[in-house]
């Protein structure tokens, strides 16, 4: 079973800083891609960044330039670290990893850009 446990989510002004993190835990499972997701009130989940096993990455347009994802092996933990953020960046953000044969997901962490 694997477990998803996520931090640093928060109020921040925009044009602040934030840096999410997920810890993953558990046994018997060879993750692929590891991802962050958000969701906002009245909208559908929608992917924000992801980081494969060979290093390769994919942002969401709206994100690029402006968030990074990353992995620390030793820590078995993904982190956003998200920079001039916007009120439009405010949403329930939830870290992802993938298996073969399924997704995991994390309970989610809200970030809240208002200044």
């Known amino acids: 079973q694997v477990q998803l446990e996520e931090s640093g989510g928060g109020l921040v002004q925009p044009g602040g800083s934030l840096r999410l993190s997920c810890v993953v835990s558990g046994s018997g499972f060879s993750i692929h891609t590891w991802g962050w997701y958000r969701q906002a009130p009245g909208k559908q989940r929608e992917l924000v960044a992801a980081?494969?096993?060979?290093?390769?990455?994919n942002y969401a347009d709206s994100v690029k330039a402006r968030f990074t994802i990353s992995r620390d092996n030793f820590k078995n933990m993904v982190s956003l670290q998200m920079n001039s953020l916007e009120p439009e960046d405010t949403a329930a953000y939830y870290c992802?990893?993938?298996?073969?044969?399924?997704?995991?997901w994390g309970q989610g962490t809200q970030v809240t850009v208002s200044s």
């Open positions: 980081l494969t096993r060979g290093g390769s990455t």
């Open positions: 992802n990893v993938k298996t073969t044969p399924r997704d995991y």
